[in-house]
């Protein structure tokens, strides 16, 4: 079986064909590699062959290469992946100069790119080495370098092509940010050449008629300037001093592909175009061998897309939703029937109230606005969708629907009534979820008649732009229950974690330590711009201060009196709530209130500190040391993790690495808090649990779980890294 293939017709035109058995997508790898090679060699050999035209087989062009492959590059160590780097380099720089002189540029025969639809990665570099890239009018088409959002960047020539092609300015946004643009603003970037109806038809007209003069790339032609100048001159030093800012600004120089992309791209600026391509392939191998990169793109692409594909799926025939009920239409009930009518489901949207409901359908209607003003939807997408809706008060509407989702107040006797009410309309095949981030499951499902056929399914909020679902098995929650919830986050295009019912289930669980500790050393007399540079240098998203405000300070003493009301005298967090409560008694409540630990102007931007922090917690005279500030607000986080995981709240630590970046931000340059651990090393990470337990307490007292794979000298992923379960 071959990746690629080779047909030569009548007019001398070799048309390749990328078309991988048994993948939606093409991907490449090594041998695909050689085999288009070696198809490449025979075309430039074969003097009947006047052209050559590599397209793909499916209905797109190519995902990139296989990460997988990549991943497993690193077992021969830097040498080894230096070397396959280059070894690709060499095929693709044999495309760019086909056969032609090296001293006149002139023999040689044109090679074309023909993209039917997405082209990203390795699908768009390959294009990138032809001498014209030809794609289809298609608007769902994405084409793009995007491979920055997973810890690496583009390798295989794609870096070194479009700063010369582009620029460091105008290639930034496709290498930095891993912007994907549809064909035609592609073309208007530069990214590709033509937008046709045709692509294959229009490439091969192309290559019967090029000149020698059309094969000939920029950078190989006699006085060559790159666009907006080379690093030595003054508009071109002035670009990269901003893009230096600008990459440390983003990243706080913990990404290390970033940096490695800009010193890769300022080397390559300075030196001819091969030599380059080794810079390139320097640093890329660097990247690598970076256990960042390797954890990015364990946790951000293969363990994520194992858990989109059902890797803990339980056994049960499809459970593919076709009508889903929504009980209650606020933010979180409007987000998901949203999104489950933009994925094709109908939908029934409950209310007690017929304007609430309407309120609700029309939450979809601004969204489907905001993307139709940003030519990102249209009018008929938009009446599409809004059909699919119905927004009432009336139960019986339920019938039919195969799966309902609780979303009303977190308010257990509500939340039990509409139970009731739902249970009476919908089938014996239904199955009933409750939208909760706080309730425990299984005391929710003693209002059902079914309890087997019960489960939480917890959205974040936004819903429309939050990857991540928490799928939580009750007590009594049977496999289908499972299943369908499975199938239904899928459909809707998130990413799930299952998890078992406990005190906020897996995300909050570890989030809310996090917010705690920030609180604390507010409390303690840590000056508020420590905590949150701290932690923003330690890649967190938001510092605690921060979140809090996000995510309103008045549902932090919400859910701190429930959870004392719970605990009793083990609640750990009384000075915790000394900082939150009086807070809230002076009305700051966030920035829904545009007062809270920052303040805010009258259009809610949020501006500087308050300044009343300084009276309400003054700066101690002498201040902790930056790393003990990290140490905490990231170990703080961890060893939750950690114990969620031996409690079995989690049963695989790819759920938690995973759910960690996409349900709360857990540094991404980790790859969550389990791989970050493993990067650290148990003996490591026990030595700081023991010495922040010894000064802080026991919530950083180390656990047994950690404590034992320090003393055997192993890691979470040498023990559960193919999903089994703690011990």
């Known amino acids: 079986m071959t990746d690629f293939t080779m047909k030569k017709d009548a007019d001398g035109v070799a048309i390749i064909t990328w078309d991988v058995p048994g993948k939606s997508m093409n991907v490449l790898s090594l041998d695909g590699a050689a085999q288009l090679d070696a198809l490449i060699d025979d075309a430039l050999a074969d003097e009947a062959v006047k052209g050559v035209v590599i397209t793909s087989g499916k209905k797109d062009f190519a995902a990139g290469m296989d990460l997988n492959v990549i991943a497993g590059m690193k077992t021969g160590g830097a040498q080894a992946v230096f070397d396959g780097i280059m070894t690709l380099h060499r095929a693709l720089r044999k495309i760019e100069l086909a056969g032609m002189d090296p001293k006149t540029k002139k023999g040689g025969k044109p090679i074309a790119a023909a993209l039917p639809g997405t082209a990203l990665g390795i699908g768009l570099e390959l294009p990138l080495a032809t001498h014209r890239i030809f794609a289809a009018d298609n608007p769902k088409a994405r084409i793009g370098l995007p491979e920055i959002m997973v810890g690496i960047f583009p390798g295989g020539g794609g870096t070194t092509r479009l700063v010369r092609k582009l620029g460091v300015l105008g290639a930034s946004s496709f290498l930095l940010e891993g912007k994907l643009n549809e064909p035609a603003k592609a073309k208007s970037a530069g990214l590709i050449d033509e937008v046709v109806a045709d692509p294959v038809a229009s490439a091969r007209e192309w290559v019967l008629n090029a000149t020698d003069a059309d094969l000939v790339k920029p950078w190989d032609a006699k006085g060559y300037k790159m666009p907006g100048g080379e690093p030595y001159n003054p508009a071109g030093f002035m670009t990269f001093v901003g893009a230096s800012a600008m990459v440390h600004g983003k990243t706080m120089g913990v990404y290390p592909a970033a940096k490695a992309l800009l010193s890769a791209v300022y080397e390559g600026a300075m030196v001819p175009f091969d030599t380059a391509l080794k810079i390139e392939a320097r640093w890329f191998t660097n990247v690598l061998m970076n256990p960042s990169s390797s954890a990015m793109i364990r946790s951000l692409?293969?363990?994520?897309?194992?858990?989109?594909?059902?890797?803990?799926?339980?056994?049960?025939?499809?459970?593919?939703?076709?009508?889903?009920?929504?009980?209650?239409?606020?933010?979180?009930?409007?987000?998901?029937?949203?999104?489950?009518?933009?994925?094709?489901?109908?939908?029934?949207?409950?209310?007690?109230?017929?304007?609430?409901?309407?309120k609700g359908k029309a939450h979809s209607a601004d969204l489907l606005d905001k993307a139709i003003s940003r030519k990102k939807s249209t009018e008929a997408k938009k009446a599409e969708v809004l059909g699919r809706i119905t927004a009432t008060t009336d139960y019986a509407a339920l019938a039919g629907c195969d799966l309902v989702v609780e979303a009303v107040f977190e308010d257990p006797g509500v939340k039990a009534e509409v139970t009731k009410k739902a249970e009476a309309v919908i089938g014996p095949d239904a199955i009933f979820a409750t939208n909760t981030s706080t309730l425990p499951i299984s005391d929710l499902a003693h209002a059902s008649s079914r309890p087997d056929e019960f489960i939480g399914i917890h959205f974040f909020s936004p819903v429309d732009k939050m990857a991540l679902v928490e799928i939580i098995k009750g007590k009594q929650t049977g496999p289908r229950a499972v299943a369908k919830a499975l199938d239904f986050v899928r459909q809707i295009r998130k990413?799930?974690?299952?998890?078992?019912?406990?005190?906020?289930?897996?995300?909050?669980?570890?989030?809310?330590?996090?917010?705690?500790?920030?609180?604390?050393?507010?409390?303690?007399?840590?000056?508020?711009?420590?905590?949150?540079?701290?932690?923003?240098?330690?890649?967190?998203?938001?510092?605690?201060?921060?979140l809090v405000d996000e995510t309103s300070i008045d549902l932090g003493v919400k859910i701190a009196k429930a959870t004392r009301a719970a605990m009793g005298d083990a609640y750990p967090d009384g000075a915790v709530d000394e900082v939150i409560f009086r807070m809230a008694d002076q009305g700051r409540l966030g920035r829904k209130a545009n007062a809270g630990f920052y303040d805010y102007d009258a259009s809610g931007k949020r501006q500087g500190f308050w300044e009343g922090l300084a009276t309400e917690w003054p700066e101690a005279a002498e201040q902790p040391e930056f790393t003990e500030i990290q140490n905490r607000l990231m170990f703080v986080q961890a060893l939750e993790?950690?114990?969620?995981?031996?409690?079995?709240?989690?049963?695989?630590?790819?759920?938690?690495?995973?759910?960690?970046?996409l349900g709360w931000g857990f540094a991404p340059w980790t790859g969550g808090p389990f791989s970050w651990l493993d990067m650290l090393g148990a003996p490591r990470a026990v030595e700081i649990a023991d010495a922040l337990a010894k000064k802080f307490g026991p919530r950083f007292a180390a656990p047994a779980l950690l404590r034992d794979m320090a003393a055997k000298g192993e890691s979470f992923y040498g023990r559960y890294g193919k999903g089994q379960k703690a011990a």
């Open 495 to 546: 990413t799930p974690i299952v998890v078992h019912d406990a005190r906020f289930f897996y995300a909050n669980r570890c989030i809310i330590p996090y917010i705690n500790e920030g609180l604390r050393l507010l409390a303690e007399g840590t000056s508020p711009t420590l905590i949150e540079n701290a932690a923003k240098q330690m890649g967190m998203p938001l510092g605690p201060l921060q």
């Open 301 to 358: 692409f293969i363990n994520k897309e194992a858990l989109e594909k059902g890797a803990n799926r339980p056994e049960a025939p499809d459970q593919t939703v076709k009508k889903v009920g929504i009980l209650g239409a606020g933010m979180m009930g409007a987000g998901i029937a949203y999104v489950s009518a933009m994925a094709g489901i109908e939908v029934v949207l409950i209310d007690a109230k017929q304007e609430a409901a309407e």
């Open 641 to 661: 993790a950690v114990r969620a995981f031996e409690d079995g709240v989690l049963e695989d630590i790819r759920e938690g690495d995973v759910g960690a970046i």
